[in-house]
């Protein structure tokens, strides 16, 4: 009995990391469909890695 429920238990959560990558992934492809009907999304992610990426690079030259 106690080798079934630990089989089932690894079946919930193979499944539920299933989902929640199947989840992540329409997330993600919603995001691209949307960046390519509005551009305003996409200049306001391009922006935001820009400012991220002067961010880390002002970090990294501080540390140093």
Same mark, same amino acid.
């Given at each position: 009995?106690?080798?079934? @429920?630990?089989? /089932? !238990? ?11 990558? +199947?989840?992540? &992934?329409?997330?993600? @492809?919603?995001? /691209? !469909? ?11 992610? +391009?922006?935001? &890695? ?15």
């Amino acid at each position: 009995m106690k080798t079934t @429920l630990v089989k /089932v !238990i690894k079946v919930i959560g193979a499944l539920f990391v299933f989902v929640g990558i +199947l989840a992540g &992934c329409l997330a993600a @492809l919603l995001l /691209v !469909i949307a960046m390519v009907r509005f551009p305003p999304f996409l200049i306001a992610a +391009l922006l935001s &890695c820009w400012i991220f990426s002067r961010l880390q690079s002002k970090k990294g030259s501080r540390s140093n």
